[in-house]
């Protein structure tokens, strides 16, 4: 799912997935962020609506992107947002508004 405004700068994409044999782990949010991590990506552990796990940020020269890696029971979820760089941190609050909303159904 993409969430985007006319007027905005950037969009949100959602995806989420089941795991079959048991509960996501934190370790099975590395393993998928794991190309982030080796790079040098910072975490910090979050609490989004029903969910938690790890938030990171990171840019190049095209673009800036902040993601949520989150879990809750057997289901994980990444959340993505992607801006220009020149554009970083101008809807940090409604994203953020975004992301803390997420519930499990």
């Not at 985007?4 to 950037?10: I, K, L």
């Not at 990506?41 to 938690?52: E, H, I, L, P």
């Amino acid at each position: 799912m993409t969430i985007f405004s006319d007027s905005g700068v950037g969009a949100i994409q959602v995806s989420a997935s089941r795991n079959n044999d048991g509960p996501v782990t934190d370790a099975d949010l590395r393993d998928f962020a794991k190309e982030h991590l080796d790079a040098g990506a910072k975490t910090k552990d979050v609490r989004c609506g029903d969910f938690s796990g790890f938030y990171i940020h990171f840019g190049t020269d095209d673009m800036y992107q902040r993601q949520w890696w989150l879990r809750r029971g057997d289901t994980m979820v990444l959340v993505t947002y992607t801006s220009a760089p020149e554009n970083k941190g101008t809807e940090e609050s409604v994203v953020d508004t975004i992301v803390a909303s997420l519930k499990q159904r």
